[in-house]
């Protein structure tokens, strides 16, 4: 089936290192995708999104790479600082017409002071 | 940016009870909520989209008859949740999709706790 998966269940980095997400999708037919942020106990944050005619999008501190190719998603963060802590989801979109998106497994990054 | 109020946060509730959670887009009209449900450490799993004046379209496995979706404004979509029991404790999240930018913007959840 359709799937978005994600390599790494968890990412230990010290502050002030830039940290790496990664994000794996199997339906070739997604043309959007999406990073969120969710703090435990609370809902998913949106942080940046990035469609399929692009390979690279940078917010602040946050980069998103897609690389169509392999079917590879990832987010980088720039200069991560304790408040980074949390678990990082990928979404794509769902064929259909209406967006549906697909929640990957999640990634959670715990930053060392 | 936009904001989607959900309420209660936590409700703790005895096992036979029916539990209604709101979810309220406060600075935009969503035609359309989505509803999750959320295992600790685990991802989002969709349980159903809300369509503002139309049925819910639940995700395979949910069954509608146990999470009761009404949508009746395009600013509030509620999931009650029927005769609860203690599997039913969870972690419910909403969402509504502003504009056509496709990017959802989620409640703070609701922690459900049945005993």
């Known amino acids: 089936g359709e799937n978005v998966g994600l390599h790494l269940p968890t990412l230990s980095v010290q502050e002030g290192d830039n940290s790496i997400i990664n994000c794996a999708y199997s339906?070739?037919?997604?043309?959007?995708f999406i990073w969120y942020k969710q703090e435990s106990g609370k809902g998913p944050q949106f942080i940046i999104d990035i469609r399929s005619n692009m390979d690279k999008r940078q917010g602040q501190r946050v980069t998103v790479l897609l690389n169509k190719t392999v079917k590879h998603l990832s987010l980088q963060i720039a200069a991560t600082q304790p408040g980074d802590s949390a678990v990082y989801f990928c979404a794509e979109n769902r064929a259909g017409g209406s967006y549906i998106p697909t929640f990957g497994r999640g990634t959670s990054l715990i930053v060392h002071p | 940016g936009a904001v989607v109020s959900q309420h209660p946060s936590r409700v703790i509730c005895k096992s036979g009870t029916s539990v209604k959670i709101e979810c309220r887009s406060l600075?935009?009209?969503?035609?359309?909520m989505f509803w999750y449900r959320q295992f600790p450490k685990q991802s989002l799993m969709l349980m159903a989209t809300?369509?503002?004046?139309?049925?819910?379209?639940?995700e395979q496995g949910v069954e509608k008859d146990k999470f009761l979706i009404n949508h009746a404004s395009l600013t509030l979509s509620t999931l009650t949740v029927t005769s609860a029991h203690p599997e039913d404790s969870s972690f419910y999240i909403c969402s509504a999709c502003r504009d056509r930018k496709n990017i959802q913007y989620f409640g703070a959840g609701t922690r459900l706790s049945v005993l």
């Open positions: 809300s369509n503002e004046g139309s049925k819910a379209t639940y």
């Open positions: 339906n070739s037919a997604s043309d959007y």
């Open positions: 600075d935009f009209q969503a035609t359309t």
